[in-house]
């Protein structure tokens, strides 16, 4: 019942300040403001007036419900964070007429707008509507009330963006390209949709409530107006990866829990080794960053779901119920390769996905993901349109890459099929007063 | 966090039995229950194996995580019931190749698996995976571990159920088809995809956690494989109603409270003459029921951001912070439509939403509403394909056509799109042992 914990409501037109006021609880009406600042029409220049100070004071609670991330940090936020359960994800192309003062421009508004977004305040605080009601609200308003429901907004840069597809340089920022982003190879059984693929800018909301997330994407296209167009987006339910040891394993829409082998926050020399880019691997304004890679995965469950129990369980090389791997013990248990039965048959199936995608199998590649389930309707066959939509975040794209070649002989592929893919620099944190992806532009 | 509340991982094949057994608190594992069940690969024949003791120990919670809604009783739940914060709708079409008897076990399968979900239970409990793991699960498994999460199944009959398209009475029930129920007129402005209209069945599931929502509509329409198959489907956020007076009133993706003036369970005097079917109304097989109306609206949002707020206002006909109405007070101040501003006009405009909606501008007519806000990801100007999913129950469609018909005035029609729209005949609740619209068939 994450909707409805507005303590008290701000009466019409006259105090949104008599409202809670403590950071993650609820966010303050913008319509009691009316009066208070002096911002115009723009919307940029309104989401521009930061609370940095507010930030400070900021703590995550963690309890799913009013959590407050803050957005300023070494970091940026929802990578390692607890994995929220909903996700609202968003890849943008810039407008053809965007110059590069123009694009610095819309990264410093977007994240002057996170900075009040994932603290469950509006958009356009001191500044709200203008001084007048004679003027569109500056926030959507449809997250009034609601907490911050533990917000993360999450960044990043395609390809694309540092030189285009007919191989112009549009921002001066070509030379500044990683060697690590690159479009992805094809890879076998690929059936990418354009629709579904690419992007010049992304941006990753993942949130307690999805309303909030949709709210938060749906101001950021706002507020890139005339600079920056949705290229495609994606919402998610059923996160399917646990980030933190506190986190219970969630399932796929295969009925299987996923993500019991990822990498975890906790695991601090190991998230320094496999997600955060350092300082010797490329240029400097990505050292404290990371590379997204994104799979619109769709899965033929219908299909699936005529499988027998131990086909099922063969190819993924573990038990449904509970997890644990076919070479013996419990969910947490690491899989035994070396491990065979009566016949001298591996345990764990040579074309079981655990197998195949386990660091061991791929000199020792990891990523940290945080996918999601989703169901987009139905197609004209009457099959939900349903599956995966894969997030990982890795040191180099290299990993995914690797993993992913190795999965050529998965035997679950006869069960998806590739729709979307998509890869993005992610910058570190903006540090307070500053912007994301400030680096790349000094 | 409403996925992650089990307290106890069963494990592997040797004992759901071990875990917590409280109706509501955790689904036992299906996978612990090998050899103790005697059904075959008949998914229905499984789902049959239903628990009606289990029912009568069931409680309503109504603490949003893992309340549970008992499916039998008077009526059928999902309608007066709490509104639950997420939707997946799904509208059928049977198979050319049905026949009655066909379809009466459809719905006898589809009861007995409602009287499991509804419990958070597993398909096929009892029966499980046929006593032998060479055979497909009879649950999908992706909501194992999850609670109930307060969800609901509630069951429609759509007109070309009775008379198809050719006019073909194909289940012998043409002559038991209630005069209410019949197809939609056109509105004005209708916009109406085939993709989104119609169906001969519907199953609406609402619960507190997507993931329950999806597994029931997911395992409902596998057990229908051969006999109907999805036309559409639907999944919902943020429900836009609330159906009673503990709930605040949620907003909608204009950012405004949506539902103020709804009808409220507590009202069972309105709730009784604008809800339920009752015994004089029609054929005898639909007293307790309800009809049911779905239109997809979408809503040119980025328009409408554009649009200054006292402009939205009065579109609305209620201010965007409080909810109250332009003629004065608070969200549940009721409008006076005869107050006039300073030069005669009317406080609430004559073509505003919520005038133009309100029973006494058309003869009393109410409903209950129970939609959803969605996001479809965006079309191909990157706009996002977003609005209401909206849903009504009332006594008589014809409630809804009058206050449909006084909305082809409404100022908030520029902004709107109604792009699907069907209409059920939900009969009454199911009796222990009995089936949903057993009725229909006596």
Same mark, same amino acid.
């Given at each position: 019942m994450d909707e409805t914990s507005t303590p008290e409501t701000p009466a019409p037109h006259d105090g949104g300040s008599g409202g809670p006021e403590r950071p993650g609880i609820t966010r303050r009406g @913008?319509?009691? @403001? /009316?009066?208070?600042?002096? *911002?115009g029409l723009a919307v940029g220049a309104a989401a521009a007036v930061g609370t940095a100070a507010a930030v400070d004071a900021a703590t995550a609670e963690g309890d799913g419900s009013g959590g407050v991330h803050p957005f300023y940090g070494e970091h940026q936020g929802g990578i390692v964070t607890p994995a929220q359960d909903r996700l609202h994800f968003a890849a943008f192309d810039v407008s053809s007429t965007l110059d590069r003062d123009g694009l610095v421009g819309l990264l410093q508004d977007w994240s002057a707008a996170a900075v009040l977004l994932t603290q469950g305040l509006e958009i356009g605080e001191g500044g709200? /509507?203008?001084?007048s009601d004679y003027a569109p609200p500056s926030d959507t308003g449809e997250a009034l009330g609601l907490p911050a429901a533990g917000l993360t907004l999450t960044f990043g840069f395609g390809p694309t963006l540092f030189t285009d597809a007919d191989g112009v340089d549009r921002f001066g920022i070509a030379d500044r390209r990683p060697e690590a982003l690159a479009a992805l190879p094809r890879f076998q059984g690929d059936a990418l949709q354009p629709a579904w693929t690419g992007g010049d800018l992304a941006i990753q909301a993942c *949130?307690?409530?999805?309303? /909030?997330? /949709?709210? *938060?994407?749906?101001? @950021?296209?706002?507020?890139?107006f005339g600079r920056a167009s949705l290229r495609w987006s994606q919402l998610g339910f059923g996160r399917t990866s646990s980030t933190t040891r506190a986190q219970q394993t969630p399932r796929n829409l295969f009925g299987f829990k996923d993500g019991t082998a990822n990498l975890k926050a906790e695991d601090t020399a190991l998230v320094e080794e496999h997600v955060w880019t350092g300082s010797g691997d490329g240029p400097a304004w990505m050292t404290g960053g990371s590379y997204l890679v994104t799979r619109k995965i769709r899965m033929i469950i219908e299909n699936w779901d005529r499988v027998q129990l131990q086909e099922q369980e063969s190819l993924v090389g573990r038990t449904k119920g509970e997890g644990a791997p076919l070479s013996g013990g419990t969910e947490f248990t690491e899989p035994d390769f070396s491990a065979t039965g009566a016949t001298g048959e591996p345990l764990m199936p040579t074309a079981s996905h655990v197998r195949l995608a386990h660091p061991d199998q791929n000199g020792g590649a990891r990523m940290l993901r945080r996918g999601y389930n989703f169901v987009d309707g139905n197609d004209e066959l009457g099959r939900l349109d349903a599956g995966l939509f894969f997030i990982s975040y890795q040191r180099d794209p290299a990993d995914f890459i690797a993993v992913q070649r190795s999965l050529a002989a998965d035997g679950l592929n006869e069960y998806l099929r590739h729709v979307g893919s998509a890869v993005f620099a992610v910058p570190p944190g903006a540090r307070p007063g500053g912007y994301v992806g400030s680096g790349l532009f000094a």
């Open positions: @913008l319509f009691g @403001l /009316v009066g208070v600042g002096t *911002a709200a /509507v203008g001084g *949130a307690d409530n999805p309303q /909030v997330a /949709v709210h *938060a994407i749906r101001n @950021l296209s706002r507020i890139a």
